[in-house]
């Protein structure tokens, strides 16, 4: 059974359009993060919350935007998507135990911008 | 600054060759994973090392950790074409995680 589940899968959107993907988790797992991944290239992180801490990385774009409303669920959004945002974003999350620290991903959602 | 370098970057091989990919850094980390990823799919997890000298099998891939928990290899035997795939190793900071840059395989029948 999926552990982190994103919605949707695909995304198409236009230039200039907000957009929100989602990520909900059954794992409780309390640090969530958001990547962008080009493609076959390693995940780039944009973000991530420590429960409702959030922590951006610093040549994150300030067109991405991300909600965390509760343990279970993150948000990204998308404010003005150019041709340049068209990728995989992946969610993912981590256990809380400090010295086997592993991360479960999501099976992303590829954004499409016309 | 990447912090983890992986090699080779790319890799197309026969059906039946063994492999060898690396995983290098001059950090320490506190475990270090590896992934698989196939085209439109989010990374799944093979492994995770924790303890510095460990070995871990999963069958046909020998995945290990080095001594002072700086770097680490994954070792394919008799590769299959569904083994093809976009190969990630992940070191665990505190919070986050640094990625190779990964290792495109792709193995020809």
């Known amino acids: 059974d999926a552990m982190v589940i994103q919605n949707p899968r695909y995304q198409v959107t236009q230039f200039g359009k907000p957009v929100t993907l989602s990520c909900s988790q059954t794992?409780?797992?309390?640090?969530m993060y958001w990547y962008q991944q080009k493609s076959s290239q390693a995940p780039k992180l944009l973000f991530h919350?420590?429960?409702?801490?959030?922590?951006n990385e610093a040549d994150t774009p300030d067109n991405f935007q991300s909600r965390r409303p509760n343990t279970s669920f993150c948000f990204l959004d998308i404010r003005s998507p150019g041709l340049g945002d068209a990728a995989m974003y992946l969610c993912a999350t981590s256990s809380p135990r400090a010295n086997k620290r592993i991360q479960y991903f999501g099976a992303g959602t590829r954004l499409s911008v016309l | 600054t990447q912090l983890l370098e992986q090699s080779p970057q790319f890799l197309s091989i026969q059906e039946g060759e063994n492999l060898t990919v690396y995983c290098n850094s001059s950090?320490?980390?506190?475990?270090l994973q590896w992934y698989r990823q196939e085209p439109g799919e989010g990374p799944v997890l093979l492994v995770t090392v924790v303890t510095g000298g460990e070995v871990k099998k999963l069958k046909r891939l020998t995945f290990q950790f080095g001594d002072a928990r700086k770097d680490s290899s994954l070792h394919i035997t008799a590769a299959q074409p569904g083994d093809t795939g976009l190969y990630l190793c992940a070191g665990a900071g505190n919070f986050k995680f640094y990625f190779g840059s990964g290792t495109k395989l792709n193995v020809k029948p």
């Open positions: 950090s320490v980390f506190s475990s």
């Open positions: 919350y420590y429960d409702k801490d959030f922590n």
């Open positions: 794992l409780n797992h309390n640090v």
